[in-house]
């Protein structure tokens, strides 16, 4: 008794520490959250766990390969409209259904500045003259990357054409070594966009602060560099997106925070669309063959050696019809997260100013009420009129859609293109898992065995 006397104080000390911390972290969220007034009408769900909330739940469906059995399991049993969650102890609600994307809560302002020196550079009448680059450069990297092998894992290859086309269309980088001095720490930053935040050493997200700081000042380098050339040589035409917003009076530092932007934008998303393509075309040998001859007529309306123009690109129907209905059942993105920055009503609830939004694509692209038998690969989806409004969103909707959506159907398209009329492949294992991190990610590179396609 003795012993156990002596410790009660010691015991009672750290229950009134974790009792006080509770209730500080209460009347803090109270206050932070408006408290004294009337309750809302918050969303239906549940926290989970302190501070993690469902964090755990949500990566794991990720990491399976089933990133919207966290959304479904919820709507099913709270609401089909929006649910609240939490997601490393922030406060969140998420969004179902095509509707949403009709409402955007969070500031336009920094959308608007953004899309005033966007539209010269990605409007089709800039990108159709980068078209015989694309050209070019996927061929040069099929003879350099796929023709000398056997076998070749596609997801890491159709990265390195990717980075390589935005380095040059950015920046005009075009050499090998400079481009592997921003592909390394890229990919290092990348990695850590979805890691937890602890910034200590070793972790996934410390690797990527460094990265960052990394690149940023390679960038720096560059961008100074141009400017000066700029000045010297009195360019008045911009031959990049770099040289373009150096003309329009942003800082060095401005362009390489957006420049980095734009190379996530580009170059993860697109590459995982070029992944998924290859898969979906080696399952469905029908698909194949039709995207085939549709390729080879645009072939035989060609000169030998002609790069591809913008006409060849519209030419090319079928063929968006497949990346479509590959970017609706794989997204290149998952979803998109924003803040609330006043309150507001959705679907009759209360989302208060300060909480966190998130919205998945896989509501409306896998919801049997905008695709019957949402699971089939069907390309004849986009056929004609195709899907209903808000329904098909691989690059969001509204007023936050993606103004790079027009770059990335040239890439995609410019690339499959020359794959598919120079080789024909077999996926090595067609059972292959496959991951959200955040985007979807065949854990093995998508392996395939190569042979040269005979015309």
């Known amino acids: 008794m003795d012993a156990f006397d002596s410790f009660m104080p010691y015991l009672l000390h750290l229950v009134l520490l974790y009792v006080s911390a509770g209730l500080f972290y209460f009347l803090y969220k109270y206050k932070s959250s408006g408290g004294g007034g ?16 469902e964090t755990l739940d949500f990566v794991l469906a990720s990491r399976r390969g089933t990133p919207e059995k966290f959304v479904t399991d919820r ?3 709270y609401s089909p409209d929006v649910f609240r969650t939490s997601l490393l102890g922030e406060d969140m609600a998420v969004f179902c259904g095509s509707a949403v994307l009709t409402v955007d809560n969070s500031s336009k302002e920094e959308s608007t500045k953004l899309r005033a020196y966007l539209p010269p550079f990605l409007k089709p009448e800039s990108l159709q003259h980068f078209i015989p680059v ?3 450069m996927a061929k040069e990297h099929l003879n350099q990357h796929w023709s000398p092998y056997n076998e070749v894992q596609v997801f890491p290859l159709s990265k390195k054409y990717t980075f390589a086309l935005a380095c040059r269309l950015f920046m005009s980088v075009t050499d090998y070594d400079e ?6 720490p890229f990919a290092l930053a990348t990695a850590g966009l979805m890691s937890v935040p602890i910034d200590l050493p070793g972790t996934t997200f410390n690797r990527a602060v460094k990265a960052g700081r990394l690149i940023r000042q390679r960038l720096l380098a560059l961008i100074t560099q141009k400017k000066n050339e700029i000045l010297e040589k009195g360019k008045t035409v911009a031959s990049d997106l770099v040289d373009s917003m150096l003309m329009d009076g942003m ?7 957006k420049i ?5 934008a580009s170059h993860d998303t697109t590459s995982t669309a070029i992944t998924f393509i290859v898969s979906y075309l080696s399952d469905y040998p029908e698909v194949y063959n039709r995207v085939l001859e549709e390729q080879m ?6 000169e030998a050696g002609e790069p591809l123009r913008w006409e060849d690109i519209q030419k090319m129907k079928y063929t968006w019809c497949v990346a479509c209905e590959e970017m609706r059942l794989a997204p290149p993105a998952n979803g998109s997260f924003r803040e609330a920055i006043t309150d507001f009503t959705y679907a009759g609830y209360t989302i208060p100013k300060g909480w966190k939004a998130f919205w998945m694509v896989h509501t409306t692209h896998k919801n049997p009420k905008y695709f019957t038998d949402p699971e089939r690969f069907d390309p004849s989806r986009f056929e004609g009129n195709g899907p209903a409004p808000y329904s098909f969103v691989p690059f969001g909707g509204g007023p936050r859609m993606c103004p790079g959506k027009e770059y990335a159907r040239l890439e995609i398209l410019t690339f499959i ?19 959200y991190i955040p985007s979807p990610i065949p854990k093995e590179g998508l392996p395939v065995k190569m042979q040269p396609l005979l015309n």
């Open 134 to 136: 694309m050209d070019i």
């Open 75 to 77: 709507t099913t049993k």
């Open 251 to 257: 800082t060095e530092v401005e362009i390489g925070n």
């Open 417 to 435: 293109r020359n794959l598919l009329t120079t080789f024909k492949w077999v996926k090595l294992n067609p059972n292959e898992k496959i991951s």
């Open 38 to 53: 009337p309750t809302p009408n918050l969303p239906p769900g549940k926290k989970g766990l302190p501070y993690i909330g």
């Open 260 to 264: 980095v932007g734009f190379f996530i």
């Open 297 to 302: 007529e645009v072939l035989r309306c060609k």
């Open 179 to 184: 481009i592997e001095n921003f592909a390394k």
